[in-house]
């Protein structure tokens, strides 16, 4: 169970959000929705530890994820609204690299697979420095396949997507949320997810 109290955020002199508290359960994702410069990325930020949060509580499993912070990080995986993919390394090396910075150590056969299954294999020695904006976000996107995290906090993971990528990220909520998997997402568009999973978050500016 990931729970947030009374979590409050400033930028500066402005104030994004405060009083703001949420909790979420196996197998429900939550849409943070609001218009860009209401805070959506920096809630994400906060739930994922990465940011600290101005007033509030965050709990993970009863536990303040401040105090057990290695613990948290490990059942979780975070992805930025930016790739963060390096241009020097190729598809394969930025998979692996990425992996591991998120403590998962993959083989070599499931690396293929997850290139293969977001549609790189034929980029898959290329540097990344060759790909489009789409295929990077579909690199990023494959450490979705390595490994199981519980918890799986996204920031605009539909952008740069097309019509094929889109519908095999749905699938792949889906299929994660329907074995008790969390997810935190922010987007523009109304994701195609089983109703029974999805609760909505608005924030307003």
Known sequence: MLEAISLGCRRGERKLFSELSLSLNSGQLLHVQGTNGSGKTSLLRILAGLSR???????????????????????????????????????????????????????????????????????ANLPARALSQ???????LARLWLGHKPLWILDEPFTALDVEATTLLEARLDAHLAIGGMVVLTTHQSPSITESYLCVLRLEP
């Open 53 to 123: 949060q101005d007033a509030g509580k965050i709990f993970w499993n009863n536990a303040d994820i401040h105090t057990m912070y290695d613990e948290y990080a490990s059942s979780l995986l975070y992805l930025g609204h930016q790739p963060a993919v390096k241009d020097d390394l190729t598809v394969t090396e930025n998979l692996l690299v990425s992996a591991q910075i998120g403590g998962v150590n993959p083989t070599s056969d499931a690396l293929k697979s997850a290139i293969e299954i977001v549609g790189l294999s034929r980029q």
């Open 134 to 140: 789409g295929q990077r976000r579909r690199l990023a």
